[in-house]
């Protein structure tokens, strides 16, 4: 399973880094993929990282902004997110797989639980 923390309450500008660990498989035979989705709006995948190291792909709105890497001796995928802005607000989920398309919630083995990021001041 996995297991998504790291949420909270951010000032705008600020940063957060969101943790993706799994239990019961190793991570690094899949790609992982952060979505999100705020209240009133469709689930939208930001980051995804492929099972080559160094592959990664971002959404537009947080490209330049957010990062994703993972941790192989914790089996966890982190998102680092900077330059928070209010509308990044909403509930962040992570998923495991080997999607065709990574940035749909299509093709996802394993989710994990969402953690709530708000950005305000």
């Known amino acids: 399973q996995l297991q998504a923390s790291g949420g909270g309450l951010v000032q705008p500008g600020g940063s957060l880094r969101l943790s993706c660990a799994a239990s019961?498989?190793?991570?690094?035979?899949?790609?992982v993929g952060w979505f999100r989705q705020a209240p009133g709006a469709k689930r939208e995948g930001v980051a995804f990282v492929h099972t080559n190291v160094g592959q990664t792909s971002f959404a537009n709105s947080v490209k330049g902004r957010f990062t994703i890497f993972r941790d192989y001796a914790k089996n966890t995928v982190y998102l680092q997110m900077n330059s928070l802005k209010p509308e990044d607000t909403a509930v962040y989920s992570c998923?495991?797989?080997?999607?065709?398309?990574?940035?749909?919630?299509?093709?996802?083995?394993?989710w994990g639980q969402g953690t709530l990021v708000t950005v305000s001041s």
């Open positions: 998923a495991a797989g080997h999607p065709s398309i990574p940035l749909l919630p299509d093709e996802y083995e394993y």
């Open positions: 019961g498989f190793t991570l690094d035979y899949y790609g």
